[in-house]
């Protein structure tokens, strides 16, 4: 069906635009000044990490099977079966391209808990192991037809436990192992450019079309007839796309209500923060869940995410950007809630690939609400295991921090030999750099 | 010769220059400074975290002066600046020794 292949091959570009640059800019701008280019660049080398391991042994892992999504019922997949996409028709290109896209953003969602601290070189060696560890089995067992799949089948339609759940708990147990950065609730460290802040969490939003509303490459069966999956395509994209934004638009309003309530104002780091919990809360539920069912689940992300965010401050755990208050807590609303707002009307309910689809609240029983908390608990134990390995085999190995007088500096120029801002205003002509570039220029023309 | 400095809420920049140009004040320093007086700072909340902000931004001007004219010029500036809440800064004086004029070489009372 060439308007559903034209549709993959937009939404993977959508999807590729959520980490490079709506996220670099969502976090970037949450970070101090002195270290906005190292968040960014956690951002832009995952994406050329990652996407590169993907092709090489990903797909293998998570697909691996027929190249289509057929999975093996196992835990985990042969890396070298269709490793370098072996035997992988270029004609099912977009869709591991698709998949890889998911996979970057993962990596690159973990980096928002240990901001402003951490070696450029140990951040890559982790996320390779991680995602080999942790992402692909996740993946291979949720939608790629594994062990969890065959026993415990749980509706994921676009990445709540794979991908949210899956960064959230990483990140967690990452600041764990790293520790706090030097001065944490001691000096001050608010963001220092919510303008960016904005700007990525309205591109997230805008990329996360093609993140919701394009997984429904999930559910194209190459048992289904043309017709019937031409009929699914239209009638499905149409209530993701709706449930996407419905819950969106709830979570950032419930937000700042909570805000405006406990701390008199609200403000537009709430709404940036609400939006991206109502996007993660949906992902996984966009395709099973009624309008009314994304408005509570986008409502509920929304308030209990804003209160999630504070309790780091309780336990002086430094989850800087919360990844565990937004990414963790709101991919388990959006898991859990299929369990009770699911239903049969739905796409996936419609689709019948998960049976009686119909959650508590809908007349159903625990059967679906278990196999969600099933899932959830599968994510937390995998990418928890293998977060903490790599995390502690990078501790006594290599390192992870960089020294305490360049975190004080500032990581920009400690790892980069760069800082973001040259800022001189209208009257001042200290700020120029001039002697210095020009002298620079000739080293480089040389 | 006497150096005015005052230090002064930024949205009051524009009014005090305008009433010190309708005085004749033909040239000042301004720049941006942070500080803080009896108003402390204030607090910000990013995401349920409060952040005391001890520092207030404010605009320093700096003028210098013929002695005849420092307690006009000083009272154009408190005038013009006064909003009657806290933070509204201060103005004080301080006498200076000499003055040059770069371009001219001039001294003194010439190069005000």
């Keep these: 069906m060439d308007g559903y292949y034209a549709w993959m091959i937009v939404a993977t570009a959508l999807v590729l635009m959520m980490t490079t640059p709506a996220l670099a800019l969502f976090y970037g701008g949450m970070t101090r000044s002195k270290s906005v280019l190292n968040m960014m660049m956690m951002s832009y080398v995952a994406m050329g990490v990652i996407g590169i391991v993907f092709v090489l042994w990903g797909w293998s892992m998570g697909w691996g099977g027929d190249g289509v999504g057929n999975g093996n019922g196992s835990f985990i997949a042969n890396p070298f079966h269709m490793f370098a996409l072996h035997n992988v028709s270029t004609s099912n290109y977009i869709y591991v391209l698709f998949q890889l896209t998911f996979a970057v953003i993962t990596a690159a969602l973990i980096s928002g808990s240990i901001a402003d601290r951490v070696k450029l070189s140990s951040w890559v060696v982790f996320i390779v192991g991680w995602i080999t560890f942790a992402y692909f089995p996740i993946a291979h067992n949720v939608w790629g037809g594994g062990w969890l799949y065959a026993h415990f089948p749980n509706l994921d339609y676009a990445g709540g436990t794979v991908v949210h759940i899956n960064a959230g708990v990483a990140g967690l147990v990452l600041a764990l192992i790293i520790g706090r950065r030097v001065g944490f609730m001691k000096d001050p460290m608010k963001p220092h450019n919510l303008t960016l802040t904005m700007i990525g969490a309205g591109l997230l939003w805008f990329g996360w079309y093609g993140f919701n509303v394009g997984s429904i490459v999930f559910t194209s069966d190459s048992a289904k007839s043309a017709a019937k999956f031409s009929e699914q395509f239209y009638s499905e994209t149409g209530v993701t796309f709706m449930n996407t934004t419905l819950a969106t638009m709830a979570a950032m309003l419930a937000w700042l209500l909570v805000e405006r309530i406990v701390h008199g104002k609200a403000t537009s780091l709430g709404a940036a923060s609400g939006v991206v919990a109502g996007l993660v809360a949906i992902t996984p539920s966009c395709g099973a869940v009624s309008l009314l069912g994304a408005l509570i689940i986008g409502a509920l992300a929304g308030g209990v995410c804003s209160v999630a965010v504070g309790m780091k401050f309780r336990f002086r755990l430094d989850d800087s950007l919360d990844v565990v208050g937004v990414h963790l807590v709101g991919g388990i609303i959006g898991a859990l809630m299929i369990g009770l707002l699911g239903t049969n009307t739905s796409p996936q309910g419609k689709d019948g690939l998960f049976g009686d689809m119909n959650g508590l609240l809908y007349g159903g029983n625990a059967t679906l609400l278990g196999h969600q908390a099933i899932g959830v608990l599968f994510t937390i134990v995998v990418s928890g295991l293998a977060a903490l390995v790599f995390g502690l085999l990078i501790k006594y190995t290599i390192g992870w921090r960089i020294t305490e007088d360049d975190e004080v500096e500032g990581i920009d120029f400690a790892e980069h030999g760069e800082t973001a801002y040259d800022l001189a205003t209208s009257t001042s002509r200290l700020g120029s750099s001039s002697v210095l570039s020009s002298s620079v220029k000739e080293g480089v023309s040389a | ?112």
């Design chain 2, 1 to 112: 010769m006497k150096l005015v400095t005052a230090v002064i809420k930024p949205h009051k920049w524009e009014e005090v220059r305008e009433a010190l140009e309708t005085f004749g004040v033909t040239g000042m320093t301004v720049s941006e400074v942070s500080g803080y007086g009896r108003q402390k700072g204030h607090t910000e909340v990013y995401r349920g975290a409060e952040y005391d902000i001890a520092l207030v931004p404010k605009i320093r001007i700096e003028i210098v002066v013929d002695d005849g004219d420092v307690s006009d010029v000083s009272d154009i500036v408190v005038k013009a600046a006064q909003t009657g809440r806290i933070g509204d800064g201060k103005v004080w004086v301080s006498s200076i020794d000499s003055v040059i004029r770069v371009r001219t070489g001039e001294r003194d009372e010439a190069a005000i």
